[in-house]
Structure formats: C-alpha cells, structure tokens
C-alpha cells in the first residue's frame, strides 16, 4: 500500500486499519465494527464524516475545542506566526515573543498569586512537571521526606508514566506495573455509586477526610502535596458535593502540603470561571492546564506556579533540571493568545455563567425522568447520566450488555458525540454552543436513550 491511499473513505479505512495505532483503543474490536470513522472536517459545534455525516460534537473533540471548530483568528494566529518564526526553543537564555507574552497573559487571568509559567507539550508532560516541582520545592525546603502525592482512584492525569501514576486508572495501572514510587491514592467522591444513602455535605466531608486518614497514616511529614481535578472529567464527570473541596483545603492548609489543581479540563470557562478553582474556592499551589487553552488547535499545557512554590525554586534552586523541546511553542503560544483573548473580549466565560451553563444544565436535568436514567448530573457545560436497569434501586444492566458503549454507538449513528465511561455518559459540549443546539443535544441524547433501551430490551 502506498502512502497515498484513494481519497476515499474504502481507502482511508484500509490504511488507517493498516497503520495506524490508536490511543487507547482494542484494535481487535475496531476491525470487527468495519473500522474507523474518519472524520474529515468540522464547523462550529459539527463534525463531518468522510461518509457526508454531520455530527454534533458533544465533547468538543476531546474536551477542548472550546471556542468550536470555525475560529478563523486561531488559523490566522497560526500562520502569521509559523511565517514570522515557526520554533524556536525556550532553553539557553533564550525565549520568543509568543511565550513571554503567553505567561504574562495567563499570569493575569489566574489567581492572584500565580505569577509563574512552565510551558509544555500536553496535560500529561503538565503533570510529569508537577511532580518534579513538588519533589524539588520540598528538597529545598530541607524536608526531602517529604515525597509522597496523594491522588484519588479513577482520576485521569494523563498517560506518561508520571501521569498515569498520578491517575487513578486500575487499568493502566496494570499493563504497566504503575504507579511509580511515592504516589498513593484515596477514594474519589463518587457519590451516584459510593454514597447512596448520605446527604451530599455528609458525603463531601465523609470522602474528602479520607485525605486526611491518609496524611495521618503515611505521616505528614512524608506527604509531598494532593492532586485532584476539580471536577473528575474522563473519570465520568464526577461532580463532588459542595463540602469536599474546602474540606480538602482545610487539611492542606492544616498539614502544610502542597494542593495541585489538574485543571487540563476545568480552566478557561468549561465551569464558568477562568478556573474551576475559583468556582470551588479553593487556593491551590499549583494549577496543570492544557487542553482548552489553544481550544485544541495546537497542542500545548503548562503548570502555573504560585509565588509559595516559585519563589523557593527560583531563588535557592539553581538550574531546574527539567524541559521540552517544545515547552512554549511559539505557534501553539500564538494560538493560546489568540485562543484566551477571543474568550476574554468575547465575554465567553461569562456567556457561559450567566446564560449557556444555567440553559444547558436546565435542559440536562430532565434526562433524569427518562426509564433508564439513573442520575443526570451537569456543572457549568460538563455533564453525565448515569443509565441504569431500575432507577429505584440504581441498579446497572449486566455488564456483558455493555450498555454505555451500546449507547455511544446509538449516538454517533443518531448525530451525536456522547462518551461512555462504563454506563456513565457524558458530554462537555464546546462553549460557545446556542441554546438550539443545546436543544438538539438533549433531544437526540433522550431519543438515543430510547433507542438503547429498546436494544438492551431482554436486559430488562
Ligand atoms: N489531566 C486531565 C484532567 C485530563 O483530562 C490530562 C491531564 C492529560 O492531558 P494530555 O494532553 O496529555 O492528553 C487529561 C486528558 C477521555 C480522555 O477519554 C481524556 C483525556 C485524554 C484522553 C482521553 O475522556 N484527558
């Protein structure tokens, strides 16, 4: 097969199905369902298929096509940039216009003492870096024991070695003998399956002690720093009660640790805030971001450092051992400007607070009435529904029904990008989506419901 496969979707398949790894993906059983869709280009809050499909993209890519698919100031940004100067680096006393003014624009939209940038590739090389800053922040500090982060089960903070130690995945957990040394983690605050029964605040306050059970087991002088998302996002939107996040502040702030806010998914409007941290009132030492911040154009994170964490390394740390070829990329830096400048100009994450998020999860709430929904849960523009056999008793179809994948499948075959996480589904539409689309959201969701009802029908 050449390179050049017939621009046809027969064509792209075989050499997708050829060549092409996936990520996270069982090829065995892609090549059984016929294959890949090859989507081939996209518009607003649509995706097109090679087929002529038009889709409406429920997860803004992969939680971060923000601004959508038609920002033609993001290509401009791009091009303009790649013609001015396409790399250069960020090592040797050196930097570039695109980053210096990058950090300085984020340093204003973060919380008043975050006043450091550590530009990387990903949200996975974010948290890889945030490792290293906890670990050496502690080191000069003179408290070397102080080693271990707590994390929480089925937190997703990415797929290098440190990020998947850091998540909470069993799964990849297994295949690759993780998690690393030091790292730990604590029951998340899952209240649709671990808390039943208890009102929201009990459970917030009941989960979010399990960090300080851990301190006191492990010895507060040896825990390093948390690290928690604000709101679990691949976990399956995991909203915690109001109680959990200033519980966990408290007992920071008690036992002098270090709090990480993985905000890959929450920063730049996705809760109606510049940060999900801000929406939960909490104060973290350091915030990882990616994603959302070149609204999935170029890829690019980071680590925002606050001055507590920064200070120390800068000023007793000498050189800090750590970097990436393309930490602070000048083209995806001018993206990112051009990307938080339309949100900021554009009043976007204010749209979102005061108009599209109170719309959307009104709309969201009534796929509760619907028979095989057990829960249906939204925050800002994320949102899950939990589908179950018998929703008085929260009871889950068997597992060999697979009903959330059956679902996701009924989905894109109806229009629609809905994600399963197990038979939780969930959707984190791009932010500027119109209340019609909002509409059409819902109706399709309840219509593929139905649907996948009707199929798992002898589950019943
Ligand atoms: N932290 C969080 C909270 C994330 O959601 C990462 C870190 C890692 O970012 P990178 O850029 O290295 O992928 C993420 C990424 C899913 C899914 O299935 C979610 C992510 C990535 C891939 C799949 O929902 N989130």
């Known amino acids: 097969m050449t390179d050049s496969a017939s621009n046809t979707t027969a064509g792209w398949k075989e050499g997708d199905r050829r060549h092409h790894w996936h990520p996270f993906t069982d090829h065995k059983d892609l090549s059984e369902k016929g294959g890949s869709r090859i989507i081939t ?70 919380p008043g003492n975050f006043n450091q940038v ?34 929480r089960k089925n937190a997703y903070h990415g797929s290098t070695l440190g990020g998947a130690s850091l998540g909470g995945m069993d799964a990849m957990h297994k295949q690759m003998r993780l998690p690393v040394p030091g790292i730990v983690h604590i029951e998340q605050p899952y209240q649709f399956e671990l808390g039943p029964g208890l009102s929201a605040e009990e459970f917030g306050l009941q989960q979010a002690r399990l960090l300080e059970e851990k301190i006191l087991e492990i010895g507060a002088d040896k825990v390093a720093a948390f690290i928690g998302e604000p709101v679990q996002g691949a976990g399956g939107v995991i909203i915690p009660p109001e109680s959990y996040w200033p519980e966990i502040q408290r007992i920071c702030d008690e036992y002098g640790i270090l709090l990480i806010a993985d905000e890959v998914i929450t920063a730049f409007g996705r809760l109606g805030e510049w940060f999900g941290s801000s929406y939960f009132g909490i104060r973290p030492d350091l915030i990882s971001f990616a994603k959302g911040v070149t609204s999935g154009y170029l890829p690019l994170g980071g680590a925002l450092v606050s001055d507590r964490v920064a200070e120390v390394i800068i000023a007793k740390g000498g050189e800090f051992a750590h970097g990436y070829t393309y930490s602070g990329h000048p083209a995806a830096c001018a993206v990112a400007l051009a990307s938080l400048r339309i949100m900021r100009d554009e009043g976007i994450v204010e749209r979102v607070k005061d108009h599209t998020a109170p719309y959307f999860n009104k709309r969201w709430a009534s796929l509760a009435e619907h028979p095989i929904v057990g829960e249906a849960r939204s925050l800002g523009l994320v949102a899950a529904i939990e589908i179950v056999r018998d929703k008085g008793k929260r009871e889950r179809f068997h597992k060999s029904l697979a ?58």
């Open 403 to 460: 009903a959330g994948p059956r679902c996701r499948d009924i989905c894109v075959d109806n229009g629609l990008v809905m994600r399963a996480v197990g038979d939780t589904m969930i959707v984190s539409p791009p932010l500027i989506i119109e209340d019609s689309q909002i509409d059409e959201l819902v109706e399709k969701a309840w219509k593929c419901l139905d649907l996948t009802a009707r199929s798992l029908g002898e589950g019943r």
């Open 41 to 110: 280009w996209a518009e607003g809050v649509y995706s097109y298929d090679s087929d002529g499909n038009k889709i409406l993209d429920g997860m803004a890519g992969l939680w971060c096509v923000n601004l959508g698919y038609s920002r033609q100031e993001l290509v401009d940004a791009a091009a303009a940039q790649m013609q001015e100067l396409p790399y250069y680096n960020n090592f040797f006393q050196c930097a570039h216009p695109p980053s210096i003014e990058l950090s300085q624009l984020l340093s204003n939209l973060s």
């Open 118 to 151: 550590f530009f990387t590739g990903s949200g996975s090389e974010a948290n890889d870096t945030q490792i290293r800053l906890v670990r050496r922040y502690w080191d000069l500090m003179g408290q070397p024991d102080r080693m271990t982060i707590i994390a």
